[in-house]
């Protein structure tokens, strides 16, 4: 027997969650300027609590080649990428409309 999902009540191999949760978030990507001028992009809204934000920031590093890391909230990225980012978060499933580029 598989385990249950304790939030839908569906198995854990058809739970939905995960899909709701990506078309009901909020997600602002930002360009920061750090030490020395360098540019970093700022992925916020993202809730860690229903998506693993290690998971995201390890598939966007290896898509955009670039380091990063997960600080609180949100994703920094090393480099100039709100484009990039935008397109691997829709085909990831985010809704396009709920994306703001700043």
Not at 59 to 66: E, F, H, P, Q
């Amino acid at each position: 027997m598989s385990e249950i999902c304790s939030t839908c009540g569906l198995p854990k191999e058809l739970c939905v969650c995960e899909t709701i949760a990506k078309e009901s978030q909020r997600i602002v990507i930002s360009i920061i300027k750090k030490k020395f001028g360098k540019k970093y992009t700022i992925v916020e809204g993202i809730d860690s609590k229903q998506i693993d934000l290690k998971e995201v920031t390890k598939k966007l590093k290896n898509k955009l080649a670039c380091g990063g890391t997960v600080k609180d909230t949100w994703i920094e990225l090393q480099g100039d990428h709100k484009q990039k980012v935008k397109e691997f978060l829709v085909e990831n499933g985010f809704a396009p409309e709920t994306i703001d580029i700043r």
